[in-house]
């Protein structure tokens, strides 16, 4: 019953804060400057096709009534028709969807492999000499330089010297999966290093506070070995904000889209998105950001799962033990 | 917190675009430039064997908005595009001359009238041969459209069938750009049959007599083109397959150059040549085009000092375009009055009246109009290099006690503070012109009334717009000459929209990928004009 409570409660915030974030996109877009017509149409468009554009997208309509159609579209899967290609955005962004996802997926295991390890190292080491003030000053580093002045150098470097591998155009992994690869490295590079940071600062934190714990002083006592103790209990105690981390910094990753796939150009969501945005053309922008807002929900939900899993105490039926 | 994330991304993208668009006004090397017949940047090698794939990259996709009727189509981007699959009347070759290409011939038996003889042989890429119905019912099909080309097609009276080959025109009144209008991808041949029995709608299916046909399209990712078989030219087009990638990042677009992503990319930096300097087998090539940049004032905003003639004749004097070109293009476009700089006929820059001023004649005007302390703002869009000639503009006119503020937007806005509304809420802006293949074409775009996008910032002129008129009837030769001089001298003491400097095109090529053909001089902005003849070395 708990279990059920818990799914109703997350099922209604969920369409709630979906449904708060569709007005305020919907209305952003409206606010932002510059005319749709203009934009679309260009400057030698007369004032009957301007009105001709706005009377087929709804536009000449009151907002409400274009926010009511909008829902409706969303509701019906596609999510309305973009100015721009006259399709169906809902299909674009599905033929589009994968290109980011997998951008995602390569750049939240170089957070993995690259962030986690590091973490551990740096905590483990820290002492004076130990490397841990190197460490600081790298993931600070990658906090701090934007995706797209790293993605700029990142292209004008590999552009010169592509040690096989590519930037500025993509090959779909259908079409061969080793070209697509090449293609895909250097972009998740760019945008796995800021999560890569935090996880890093993350999970040393995480370590340092486990690592004064009484049962780890006690395992040191027994004589386990110190690879045995991080595996055992170092990481699975300090795993908790680690996990809840990458977890959000997965739907963070989706903002850093944006301006990669754009920077590397890459057909993806993000790409899909930026160009929408600088021709005004509403139904893409409301459906990318509610999209992002679909993912950063589900995402939370499986980390409060994930971290229940991991930690019993935590967990969504947590209050039966209690 | 996350919602502001996200806001930050799409902020942080256009200032990325913008950043990234971003460059130096540093002095370019000289760009790689081949050795070619006059009049071409470079020509294909016809001994290479003919095949293969063209990988293109360009940075806009344009024209879907608006669909792909070629007759709608009214910016270069979306001709460029649709010259692959449809073809006109006549062409324009080397040096702006108009050549046969449909009609391999046309007499004219007086000065309002042209018969075309049209070439046999020719079929649409599905097969259906091309008919004088056809080009009559395209022509009369663009007569009666909205579209902005129909102003350029001038006073045609009438459209009729001479015979199953030949095509007359008639036209109310003489009419010199009609055969350099007529070349433009607007006056295409379009299958009037299909698009009669609604079997093939022009929006959404391109369908013509040119060298290539879509295969393949994804909005704002890329076109793939094949080679239409029907094709009446034998031998062409060369490359079986044309592949063009949009890629709206210049960065991006570069890159694939060097590494071999794309064998061609069109260029908008002109700082791109320095950039890519060294770059092994790639070539950097600078096309002349027709198209210039200009200064719009507002003169209807109420209230404004630029309504006062006087204080825009002393922005026209201030304003020095010899520096926009060095400075701001790096010595690659030209001065230009309104007829466009190295068009056959076109006015001399250096003759107009403000030419001969100076800036103490400007400072005086400005005091004459009680305007010696003015200050107004110049909207500009965030593209290179826009930025770099509004600020060659702000320091010229401050020499006059005039202080600009330069506001720098990106495209959408730009567009909505210009052309959204009338009066527009702008005080100056600064835009191109495309400038065409012929010296009076573009004039008409002094006439807000003929126009239109300038209706809410510029008043009418009876006398220029008389003046447009009649350099427009004169034929070639000296009173032509004299004509449109007199236009020019006139927009100059008019200084609505005040013409600064032509637009160079940058084209980068690999040399070990393909063998590329290209004018030196383009009236169209279409570098993709010579593409059947492209030879391709190797395929990405």
Not at chain 2, 303 to 319: E, F, M, N
Not at chain 2, 462 to 490: F, H, M, S, Y
Request: proline content about 6%; charged content about 15%; some cysteine.
């Amino acid at each position: 019953m708990r279990l059920v409570m818990w799914w109703s409660g997350r099922a209604l915030s969920s369409a709630a804060t979906l449904l708060g974030v569709s007005v305020l996109i919907f209305a952003a877009v409206r606010l932002m400057p510059g005319g749709f017509a203009e934009t679309v149409l260009g400057p030698f468009a007369t004032a009957e096709q301007k009105a001709e554009l706005a009377t087929r997208y709804g536009l000449d309509q009151p907002v409400f009534m274009q926010y009511g159609h909008w829902l409706s579209a969303v509701a019906g899967g596609d999510f309305g028709v973009s100015m721009i290609s006259r399709q169906p955005v809902g299909a674009e962004l599905l033929a589009r969807l994968p290109v980011t996802a997998e951008l995602t997926v390569l750049a939240v295991l170089a957070s993995v492999l690259v962030g986690v390890p590091l973490g551990v190292l740096t905590a483990v080491r820290a002492r004076p000499g130990g490397g841990g003030a190197a460490g600081r000053l790298l993931s600070g580093l990658g906090v701090s330089v934007p995706e797209f002045v790293l993605g700029s150098l990142v292209v004008f470097v590999f552009s010169r010297y592509a040690l096989g591998l590519q930037v500025g155009s993509w090959v779909p992994v259908t079409a061969d999966p080793a070209a697509n690869l090449a293609t895909m490295i250097l972009p998740a590079a760019v945008l796995s290093v800021f999560s890569i940071s935090v996880t890093a600062r993350t999970t040393r934190d995480a370590v340092m506070g486990v690592l004064v714990e009484q049962y780890v002083t006690a395992a040191v006592g027994r004589g386990e070995s110190p690879w045995f103790i991080v595996r055992h209990h170092i990481l699975r105690n300090a795993a908790t904000p680690v996990v809840t981390l990458i977890g959000t910094t997965t739907a963070y990753l989706l903002g850093g889209a944006l301006i990669v796939e754009h920077v590397f150009n890459l057909p993806g969501v993000g790409s899909y998105i930026v160009q929408a945005v600088g021709r005004r053309d509403y139904a893409v922008v409301q459906a990318g950001v509610l999209l992002a807002a679909g993912v950063f929900i589900v995402m939370n939900v499986l980390i409060d799962l994930l971290v229940g899993a991991l930690d019993p105490r935590l967990g969504v039926t947590a209050g039966r033990r209690s | 917190m996350r919602p502001i994330r996200l806001a930050c991304g799409v902020a942080a993208a256009l200032l990325a675009s913008a950043c990234a668009a971003t460059g130096t006004t540093t002095s370019p090397t000289p760009a790689a430039q081949e050795t070619a017949a006059p009049g071409y940047l470079a020509v294909a090698d016809e001994a290479l064997p003919t095949g293969g794939a063209l990988n293109l990259q360009v940075h806009i996709d344009s024209g879907a908005a608006t669909g792909y009727d070629p007759q709608l189509a009214d910016v270069a981007t979306t001709w460029q595009l649709l010259s692959l699959s449809y073809e006109t009347l006549v062409t324009i070759g080397p040096d702006f001359s108009v050549q046969p290409l449909l009609a391999e011939k046309w007499d004219t038996p007086s000065p309002t009238e042209y018969v075309f003889h049209l070439r046999k042989g020719v079929s649409f890429s599905n097969g259906r041969e091309m008919t004088a119905d056809d080009v009559v019912g395209s022509l009369k099909r663009l007569l009666a459209s909205k579209g902005v080309w129909r102003g350029q097609l001038g006073p045609v009276k009438s459209v009729a069938k001479d015979g199953d080959d030949k095509v007359k025109v008639t036209l109310e009144q003489p009419y010199t750009p009609f055969l350099a209008a007529l070349a433009n991808v607007p006056a295409a041949v379009l299958p009037m049959k299909e698009i009669d029995d609604k079997s093939v709608d022009p929006a959404t299916t391109l369908l013509g007599t040119g060298p290539y046909a879509v295969e393949n399209h994804r909005q704002d990712v890329s076109w793939t083109f094949k080679r239409n078989d029907k094709y009446w030219n034998k031998g062409k087009p060369a490359a079986d397959t044309v592949n063009i990638t949009i890629a709206p990042e210049e960065a991006a677009r570069i890159a694939a150059l060097q590494n071999g992503g794309a064998a061609l990319a069109t260029l908008g930096n002109v700082d791109s040549a320095t950039m890519l300097a060294g770059a092994k087998d790639v070539k950097v090539v600078t096309q002349a085009t027709t198209d210039f940049y200009y200064l719009m004032l507002n003169t209807l905003k109420p209230g404004s000092k630029l309504a006062d003639p006087k204080v825009r004749q002393a922005i026209a004097i201030a304003l020095d375009n010899q520096q926009i070109a060095d400075v701001a293009l790096g010595g690659k476009g030209k001065p230009t009055a309104i007829t466009p700089a190295g068009l056959p006929g076109s006015c001399d820059p250096a003759a107009l009246p403000s030419a001969g001023k100076s800036v103490d004649d400007a400072k005086a005007l400005l005091a004459e109009a009680g305007a010696q302390n003015l200050s107004f703002t110049l909207s500009i869009f965030s593209t290179e290099p826009a930025p770099a000639v509004a600020q060659v503009i702000q320091q010229n006119l401050q020499q006059i006690g005039v202080t600009v503020k330069i506001e720098q937007m990106d495209e959408a806005s730009w567009s909505g503070k210009v052309y959204g509304k009338a009066p527009a809420e702008f005080d100056a802006a600064l835009s191109w012109f495309a400038g065409y293949a012929d010296p009076a074409m573009v004039t008409k775009w002094w006439n807000p009334e003929t126009a239109g996008f300038n209706v809410g910032f510029m008043k009418p002129d009876k006398e220029l717009n008389t003046l447009i008129d009649a350099a427009g009837q004169e034929p070639a030769g000296a009173a032509r000459d004299k004509a449109l001089a007199a236009v020019c001298a006139k927009a100059d003491a008019d200084a609505q929209m005040i013409p600064l400097v032509t637009r160079p095109a940058t084209v980068a090529y690999r040399a070990d990928a393909l063998s590329p053909s290209l004018y030196a001089t383009e009236g169209y902005g279409n570098v993709l004009r010579l593409v059947a003849d492209v030879r391709v070395k190797k395929s990405q």
